[in-house]
Each structure stands twice: as C-alpha cells, then as structure tokens.
C-alpha cells in the first residue's frame, strides 16, 4: 500500500514536517542529521540529501522534519521530498 503523507508547516519557515501513515523507527528514537555525510548509512535520509537545497533531516517515529537552505524554494523542494520519501518507503 502506497504511504500517505501529510504536510506540516513549522515556527521555522525553512523547515517542513512530512508525517507519514506509518512508523520509521521505534517510539521514542530519533534520528538526526545535519549533512549529508551524517546520512550515509540511512537509505532515506541520504537520498534526501540529494535533494537540492536540503540542509538537515530529523526523523522521529513517523515523522520527517526536513530543512532547506535559505535559497531554495519550496514549491519544487517540497513535491521532490514527497516522490523520494514514497519512493524509499513504498520499497522497504
């Protein structure tokens, strides 16, 4: 089944939450990073690195925070976090 996301503004107009139908990782874990090299070891987060103008990616049970740079634009970042997230979770 394909997953649903959510979309969530934060305080922090560079930064969106993606909350999903469905738990990443256990209840009460978090995973940060803050480059991409941090994220070599997870599938998910470093492929949304790859995306242009991402800075940082937090997951939390069944939530993504992601935060772009100042520059970038969400309108095309946004729609390109959702394909990579559908992507990675509709595989594993």
Do not use: C, Y
């Not at 009460?28 to 470093?46: I, M």
């Not at 949304?48 to 990616?57: H, M, Y």
């Amino acid at each position: 089944m394909a997953v649903e996301i959510e979309v969530t503004p934060t305080r922090n107009e560079h930064s969106i939450i993606f909350k999903l139908d469905r738990r990443l990782i256990p209840p009460g874990t978090g995973l940060s990073f803050a480059d991409a090299q941090s994220a070599e070891s997870h599938p998910l987060a470093r492929a949304l690195f790859q995306v242009r103008g991402v800075v940082s990616v937090w997951i939390l049970g069944d939530e993504i925070q992601v935060t772009k740079d100042e520059k970038a634009r969400w309108g095309s970042v946004k729609s390109r976090i959702i394909e990579v997230i559908r992507s990675n979770v509709n595989s594993g």
